[in-house]
């Protein structure tokens, strides 16, 4: 079985940098045919594509939040992790990693971590 958890700082002040990590346990981050990716949800909106990372290491980043963004692996401990840098209050969401078919369709889901921006 699939399993994802995210970890975060919870809280964060704007301009400041945000790191979480997702951790895989039941199947390996470098398998092929498999994208992993970040996919957050802000208070009444709908779900939004930030990154994914391919099984080669191939990344894909939304263009409305490349600049600030960016995914990374690691491999040995079977995590990846999203790096949003310079966050406003707009940044605030559940943030949820996910593992997709090679279509993109999202297989499996983590938990979700809320981020919350605030002064």
């Known amino acids: 079985q699939v399993q994802l958890q995210e970890s975060g700082p919870g809280l964060v002040e704007p301009s400041q940098s945000v790191s979480l990590t997702c951790t895989v346990s039941?199947?390996?981050?470098?398998?092929?045919?498999?994208?992993w990716a970040w996919i957050r949800q802000a208070p009444g909106k709908g779900l939004e594509w930030i990154a994914h990372v391919f099984a080669n290491g191939d990344t894909y980043y939304n263009p409305a939040l490349q600049s600030r963004t960016s995914i990374s692996r690691n491999t040995p401990e079977n995590q990846f992790a999203l790096r949003l840098t310079s966050v406003t209050p707009e940044d605030t969401a559940v943030y949820y990693c996910?593992?997709?078919?090679?279509?993109?369709?999202?297989?499996?889901w983590g938990q979700g971590t809320q981020v919350t921006v605030s002064s």
């Open positions: 039941g199947g390996s981050i470098t398998a092929a045919y498999h994208y």
């Open positions: 996910a593992r997709t078919d090679n279509n993109l369709l999202v297989e499996y």
